[in-house]
């Protein structure tokens, strides 16, 4: 069965500090997720990543994959307010080719 | 295209009755997702259809749970009776193929069974 463990679960930052969350899976998986979910909202798309030593910015965010490691990374660069929110890295494959299985999530809370 | 629309937002609903949750895909979409939110348990893939026919649905929790597509583009999520650790926040995405390239989710629909 495929599990998928991020740490840390709970960030607190500085405004303008850098940090990197992992998402470690336990079995053989070809895409990684990462979403974004604000209070009471939906889950955001962010990166989807395909292959090993895949790579993805998109603004202060950057993400990872390395398959052979079974890990992936989330980087924040010089975080913002706005970046608060909670994070989940999603790893799909193992018995069910279609079922995308989610970390606990990370909450990162950043500070002024 | 307005995304995934779920109905309704919230619902609270007392123990022992039934519970209808409704999805609307993204137009092109053919495969969808339920799936369940809670502090306990966090995310959880419940069903998931790929041109209307259910491929797994070993999250499914129990018997009082049933989904159908009867369309190509509208899902329902039905517990009955209902319960009062039934009460989540129920999500469904959707997305062109099963390879999930890219995974679409509504807003959610807040279930309270008290």
């Known amino acids: 069965e495929l599990k998928v463990e991020q740490n840390p679960l709970f960030l607190s930052m500085q405004e303008g500090k850098n940090y990197t969350i992992y998402c470690n899976y336990s079995t053989t998986s070809d895409r990684l997720y990462w979403y974004r979910q604000d209070p009471g909202k939906s889950l955001e798309s962010l990166f989807v990543l395909l292959s090993n030593g895949a790579v993805k910015q998109e603004g202060r965010l950057m993400a990872s994959l390395d398959t052979k490691a079974r890990l992936s990374t989330l980087h924040i660069t010089a975080a913002v307010h706005d970046l608060s929110a909670t994070y989940f890295c999603a790893a799909a494959g193992g018995t069910s080719y279609g079922k995308l299985t989610f970390g606990q999530g990370t909450i990162l809370t950043v500070h002024p | 295209d307005a995304g995934v629309i779920q109905s309704p937002r919230h619902e609270v609903t007392e123990m022992g009755q039934e519970v209808t949750l409704r999805c609307k895909l993204i137009s092109g979409h053919n495969s969808l997702f339920w799936y369940r939110q809670t502090m306990m348990r966090g995310l959880e893939l419940l069903i998931y259809f790929n041109n209307n026919v259910p491929i797994d649905d070993s999250g499914m929790p129990e018997d009082r749970f049933s989904a159908k597509m009867p369309n190509a583009s509208f899902s329902t999520l039905k517990i009955q009776p209902s319960e009062p650790r039934d009460s989540a926040v129920y999500f469904c995405?959707?997305?062109?193929?099963?390879?999930?390239?890219?995974?679409?989710f509504g807003q959610g629909t807040r279930l309270t069974v008290v």
């Open positions: 995405a959707s997305s062109f193929g099963v390879r999930q390239t890219e995974a679409f």
